[in-house]
């Protein structure tokens, strides 16, 4: 109620409405807990939840996870998990740094509790987000790291861009999510393709496979769209099952625009992907529908419209085995993990 009722809208006041500043001053705020560790202490003393789970060979100490697009550049890794966060997944990164679209390219729509973006990307590039890990240290949670495609790299080099990515940051994730989904760059989706998909696992498995030598390979996880129909799905499902994907994220943010508020129709004509509660049906749709084409063989790490404990665990129930959170957390803040986590025991 603090955070939802005073601390936010004052936050607001301050970036003058704009979403993308706020988000920018919280980062620079959040960075600098990040390297003071008396705080770090006293947060997870109050906001940490032991809920252990253990998922593709990884140990969890709760099952809720900040989703790719908060923290691109890894900025502020031993933060999230003062805040309650069971593990954290920074991303979504790119071979190249990259700008991203132009601005304005964030919006919120509170009274439909949703965020659009058409951020495209935009992180300091593969190396960068390497070298502040090195330097800086690991969460101390499992560590996913979300890769992408360059805007600038054409489609029929995707493969060498993505494997550019996996080799730079491989010694420090414990998960990789592999986005084809994403709305905000273009062709990107097309990778969900049959051929392009099963040519892109094919070759990060095979580079994830030597790189790890003698030790386990590298989960690698594919994170799909929320707008493909049953029949894509199964067939990207197929795909994922050939080449020995470790687990599903579903979903990513949707073009459409479906259960807006009335008041936010105006805003939400703007392009870009659509997250938070509009999302939680269709979101709970696609994680159903992976867990029955997949026999629950394959784990699924759930995200999308999920604001509140109930949400959480009828993801659950659908068959997900992890969750993450974005806008929602935007909304309420920290105490929204730490009440999920709760109710995950």
């Known amino acids: 109620m603090l955070y939802d009722r005073i601390l936010r809208p004052a936050l607001y006041r301050v970036g003058g409405q704009d979403p993308e500043v706020v988000h920018e001053r919280?980062?620079?705020?959040?960075a600098g807990i990040n390297c003071v560790p008396p705080m770090l202490a006293a947060l997870r003393h109050h906001y940490a939840v032991d809920a252990p789970r253990t998922v593709f060979g990884l140990r969890f100490p709760n099952p809720v996870g900040l989703?790719?697009?908060m923290d691109k550049d890894g900025r502020a890794l031993r933060a999230w998990p003062a805040l309650g966060f069971g593990f954290v997944e920074a991303g979504t990164v790119t071979r190249l740094p990259q700008p991203g679209n132009p601005r304005p390219r964030l919006f919120s729509l509170p009274r439909s509790r949703a965020v659009i973006n058409r951020m495209g990307f935009n992180n300091?590039?593969?190396e960068a987000l390497a070298a502040r890990i090195a330097a800086g240290g690991a969460p101390g949670v499992p560590l996913g790291?979300?890769?992408g495609k360059s805007k600038a790299a054409p489609l029929e080099e995707a493969v060498d861009d993505y494997l550019f990515s996996l080799r730079t940051l491989y010694p420090h994730a414990d998960y990789f999510a592999i986005n084809v989904s994403s709305p905000n760059t273009p062709g990107l989706r097309t990778l969900q393709d049959k051929g392009a998909l099963a040519e892109l696992l094919a070759a990060l498995q095979r580079e994830s496979a030597e790189l790890a030598g003698d030790l386990r390979p590298t989960p690698l996880l594919v994170k799909v769209a929320p707008d493909l129909t049953n029949d894509a799905l199964t067939e990207l499902l197929d795909v994922c099952a050939a080449h020995g994907v470790a687990g599903i994220i579903a979903t990513n943010t949707t073009l459409s625009r479906d259960g807006l508020d009335a008041?936010?129709?105006t805003i939400g004509q703007e392009t870009g992907g659509l997250s938070g509660s509009p999302l939680t049906e269709r979101a709970l749709e696609v994680?159903?529908?992976?867990?029955?084409?997949?026999?629950?063989s394959l784990p699924i790490i759930g995200v999308g419209g999920i604001s509140g404990p109930d949400d959480a665990l009828r993801m659950f129930d659908a068959g997900a085995s992890l969750v993450q959170l974005y806008t929602a957390f935007i909304y309420q803040g920290p105490t929204l993990?730490?009440?999920?986590?709760?109710?995950?025991?």
């Open 26 to 30: 919280t980062m620079a705020a959040l």
């Open 67 to 69: 989703a790719a697009g």
């Open 124 to 126: 300091d590039g593969a």
């Open 145 to 147: 790291i979300s890769i």
């Open 263 to 265: 008041e936010d129709v």
């Open 287 to 296: 994680v159903r529908f992976v867990a029955k084409e997949t026999g629950g």
């Open 337 to 345: 993990v730490r009440r999920i986590a709760r109710a995950a025991r």
